[in-house]
């Protein structure tokens, strides 16, 4: 089983910034991508950036230039910089990941409780 605990989210001003967290417990598993997703009320869930084992990214268009991904693998952490937040950037977030058993082959897939990230205009 992985557990995946977030921290980071608040409130926020636009144009500020905040830094999400999320750290995996995942000791009998090898940690393969790692991504941000979010939903806001009323809409579906949405990829905003991910980042594989070897640390390449990809972003939703919409955070590109503002939103930065990054991860320890050292300490099964990944986390999300947001700079220039817009009140649209409003949303509860969501960590994932995606994992291999370290004696097995089957990928699992598991989320985060979410945080949730308000700002205000």
């Known amino acids: 089983q992985v557990q995946l605990v977030e921290s980071g989210g608040g409130l926020v001003q636009a144009g500020g910034s905040l830094r999400l967290s999320c750290a995996a417990s995942?000791?009998?598993?090898?940690?393969?991508?790692m991504a941000w997703y979010r939903q806001a009320p009323g809409e579906q869930r949405e990829l905003v950036a991910g980042?594989?084992?070897?640390?390449?990214?990809n972003y939703a268009d919409s955070v590109k230039g503002r939103f930065t991904i990054s991860r320890d693998n050292a300490k099964n952490t990944v986390y999300l910089q947001m700079n220039s937040l817009k009140p649209e950037d409003t949303a509860a977030y969501y960590c994932?990941?995606?994992?291999?058993?370290?004696?097995?082959?089957?990928?699992?897939?598991?989320w985060g409780q979410g945080t949730q990230v308000t700002v205000s205009s």
């Open positions: 994932y990941t995606e994992v291999v058993p370290r004696f097995g082959s089957v990928v699992a897939e598991y």
């Open positions: 995942a000791r009998m598993f090898s940690i393969n991508t």
């Open positions: 980042i594989t084992s070897s640390g390449s990214t």
